[in-house]
């Protein structure tokens, strides 16, 4: 883990949080919800050690990465432009894009609207949906997170009673069990 490396990228007026390790052609990973690079990290070491330069940003609003002045005026789109910005201030022409959960969304939006700076896509846990298919996601569970929180306020509700600390203890106690600090404490 000493190895990966770390720096904010300026991107549209935003530092993204970037984690790099190795050298060779480009894999952009992209993480889900509610996570950062970090979830990446032995892929990242694995990656570099075969040969790739693994790059894990942060999305704006995530980790170490700014938030953006005015978040409720923020578009899924804007995403997607960011990762072009990265690429662009990395000096990367065409990248393969690996997007996990959230992640997966933003990797199949990035190969529609930048052909160009895609050579493949690999998701992991998303289906690829139309762009405007909502009736696929409106036969998924309600409580599923991502149809859960569209409702307005819901999130705010449901995360904003408690402090930032506790939200994501709580976050990375019950969804990354494996190799997760607070594991004997859910094994109680």
């Given at each position: 883990?000493?190895k ?33 690079w ?8 694995a990656?570099?050690?075969?040969g790739f ?7 704006r ?21 960011d ?6 201030a990395l000096?990367?022409?065409?990248v393969?894009?690996?997007g996990?959960d ?6 199949y ?15 992991l846990?998303?289906?690829y ?21 569209q409702e307005?306020?819901r ?8 402090d930032?600390?506790?939200v994501?203890?709580n976050i990375?106690?019950f ?8 594991q ?5």
């Amino acid at each position: 883990m000493d190895k990966i490396q770390h720096k904010q990228v300026n991107v549209g007026g935003l530092n993204l949080h970037v984690a790099e390790i190795g050298s060779g052609p480009a894999v952009l990973l992209l993480h889900g919800f509610p996570e950062i690079w970090y979830s990446w990290r032995y892929q990242m070491i694995a990656l570099a050690e075969a040969g790739f330069h693994a790059i894990a940003p942060d999305f704006r609003g995530y980790g170490l990465s700014d938030q953006p002045s005015e978040p409720e005026k923020a578009g899924f789109y804007d995403l997607v432009e960011d990762m072009v910005g990265l690429l662009d201030a990395l000096g990367i022409d065409k990248v393969l894009v690996v997007g996990k959960d959230f992640g997966a969304a933003i990797a199949y939006y990035l190969g529609l609207c930048h052909p160009d700076r895609v050579k493949g896509i690999v998701t992991l846990g998303i289906p690829y949906l139309k762009p405007g298919a909502r009736e696929k996601w409106d036969s998924a569970p309600k409580d599923l997170y991502s149809r859960h929180w569209q409702e307005p306020g819901r999130g705010l509700a449901d995360l904003g009673r408690f402090d930032a600390k506790t939200v994501v203890r709580n976050i990375y106690t019950f969804s990354l069990v494996v190799n997760c600090p607070w594991q004997k404490m859910v094994r109680r």
